[in-house]
DNA sequence: CGTGTAAGGAATTCTGACACG
DNA sequence: CGTGTAAGGAATTCTGACACG
C-alpha cells in the first residue's frame, strides 16, 4: 500500500511516536510525505514502516545523518550503473 | 487493509463522493467507520470499497433501505445457521 | 429519498521558535 | 542531535437543520 492516506495523528498512534519525531525524520529527507491543498501530511503504510525501521536504528545508535547514507548507499548498489 | 486509518476528506479524494453521501451510508448504517477520541471518523481502504459498491448499486436504482437488505441476507445466507 | 448548503463550533495539524544538552 | 513544548493561525471535520423533491 503505497498511496498516501493517513493524517500525521493516525501515524503517531501507529508507530507510539511524537508528531515532533516523525515530522524531524521528514526536516532530515528520511520519509516523504504527500500534502494536501491546505497543506497536510498524508503518509503510506509504507512510510509507517519507514518510520518504525528509522526509529529502531535510532535506537540502536545510528544518527540521522547516518541513516541517510546508508539510504543513498543502498540505493546506488541496486542502481543499472551497478549491474 | 481493513485497519481505520483515512479521514472522511480522503475517502472522498478516493472515491469521488461528497462527505454528505458518504455520511449518509452511515447514517443508514452501510458503512461503520470509527471514531478518533475527538469524533473525527476514520475509514479503512474495505470502507472505501463498500462505499464504491454501495454508490454503484445506488446508480442501478437501489435505495439503502434494499442494500441493507441485500447485506443482511448475504450474512444470514453465510451464517452457521443456514449450514 | 438522497444530497446540497450555510452556520457555528471543535478537533487536528501547521510553522517557527525557544529550550536542553 | 533529537525532542518537548507553548503560541497563534489555518485546514479539516462535526452536528443539526433547512431545502428540494
Redesign the interface.
Known sequence: ?E?K???I??VCE?TGLSERQIRYYEERKLIFPER?KGGNR?YS?EDVTTIQEIHQKMQEGFNTYELKQLKQSKKQRCSPIFR
Request: aromatic content about 10%.
Open positions: 500500500m498511496s492516506v493517513m493524517s495523528g493516525v501507529l494536501t498524508r503504510f
